[in-house]
């Protein structure tokens, strides 16, 4: 029996991050083993908040950090120091990070100085190309070498943990909590419990095509061709675009330049979790360079192109609704087309299977953290 509750600090600054620890979050505060508390560091102000006010998680720490077009540098410095004194005033029993985020790496190193145990929601995905995707592959490596406890979403994941020399004992599977967020957001939907946006602009009788694009490897080249074969596929008769763009110049230049006026293309801003997974549900076909999308889509049952030569989530690829296209013009608007062509192709990729989970990753969580705490309590007064 524990004596005291667990004393949980969650610490994240993305919107992914938010999707994907908010029911995290949540459930560890339905329970009465916790005492929470949650630090952000903004690393995307305006798209973090979006999913805070969503899940109705309010932040015991904001420590707002990020300035305009810093350096990966500057950041990681400003986020260690950010957190130092959080750290200090909490004395967490447990800190817990997501992902692959300059936060959730400065996380991380923020509790190994302070020598607390890090639990690492979502570990042993790998590339294994420090490059792709930059400089995520390489959070995702110092993470590990940092955490305490290994939340692996698939089998796949825990072997590339074991496969580094973890301990066994510190890694668990428990499923992807992101699919916890989207499956409880389409159930919602479906029920009218939570209501999406009205898109008075989009044609029933066109084939909707839901765009996100945004890692910084593609940034140059890479982007021009994305939005070249975005640009053909709009000439098609059967088609309608919507692309909600993220804020970083590097995006926005280029799509601006390429999509802004044409027929069948709706650029948007970076819409709410609620009304976006509510998009994701009406679409034909989903292209993206998001790892939180390639998850979510299966669940959604939606054929899914990945603008990446490489992923760290291949279960999908394997299972067959995902496919790999980068960011090579005529592959992107080949695979397209054969999607929206041939009724076969798309039914092969469109069967709702998802690999990454069931929805009940948060309980396994809580359920792993608190047997954690009673064996290393009990080892401590032995």
């Excluded at 066109?206 to 140059?220: N, P, Q």
């Excluded at 080249?221 to 053909?232: P, T």
């Excluded at 939180?292 to 939606?302: C, F």
Aim: proline share 7%; with cysteine; glycine share 6%.
């Amino acid at each position: 029996m524990l004596e005291k509750k667990i004393r949980t600090l969650f610490v994240f600054g993305t919107r992914p991050e938010a999707i994907k620890l908010c029911p995290v979050v949540n459930r560890l505060r339905s329970r009465p083993e916790f005492e929470v508390s949650v630090c952000v560091t903004a690393q995307h102000r305006g798209l973090l908040d979006q999913v805070l006010a969503a899940f109705e998680v309010v932040p015991d720490f904001d420590l707002d950090l990020m300035l305009p077009d810093q350096t990966l540098a500057q950041s990681t410095s400003r986020i260690v120091a950010g957190l130092d004194p959080v750290l200090r005033s909490v004395a967490p029993d447990m800190l817990l990070v997501q992902g692959d985020t300059t936060t959730t790496f400065c996380g991380a190193l923020a509790g190994f100085y302070q020598k607390l145990p890090v639990g690492h929601v979502e570990a042993g995905l790998r590339t294994w190309d420090i490059w792709q995707p930059f400089p995520e592959e390489m959070n995702r490596l110092l993470a590990t070498r940092l955490a305490t406890l290994h939340f692996a979403a698939t089998d796949w994941a825990a072997a590339n943990l074991f496969a580094e020399g973890v301990p066994a004992d510190r890694v668990a599977v428990t499923g992807n909590t992101g699919i916890d967020a989207v499956l409880y957001v389409r159930d919602k939907l479906e029920q009218g419990k939570l209501h999406g946006l009205d898109w008075p602009q989009l044609d029933p009788a066109r084939k909707l095509i839901v765009v996100t694009a945004h890692r910084r490897e593609s940034f140059g080249e890479g982007f021009e061709h994305i939005c070249s074969a975005l640009g053909r596929l709009a000439e098609r008769p059967d088609v309608q675009i919507v692309y909600p763009v993220h804020p970083n110049p590097n995006v926005q230049a280029p799509v601006r330049r390429h999509l802004t006026g044409r027929p069948n293309v709706l650029l948007v801003d970076p819409l709410e979790y609620v009304p976006f997974v509510d998009l994701m549900r009406r679409a034909w076909i989903l292209i993206t360079d998001s790892g939180g999308v390639q998850e979510e889509g299966p669940s959604l049952g939606k054929p899914i192109l990945v603008l990446r030569a490489k992923t760290e989530r291949p279960e999908a690829v394997q299972a067959g609704t995902v496919k790999l296209v980068g960011t090579d013009e005529d592959a992107i608007v080949r695979e397209a087309a054969r999607l929206l062509e041939d009724p076969q192709e798309y039914e092969r990729m469109a069967r709702v299977h998802n690999p990454y989970g069931d929805g009940r990753a948060s309980g396994r969580i809580a359920d792993l953290i608190v047997s954690f705490i009673t064996r290393y309590s009990c080892k401590n007064n032995s």
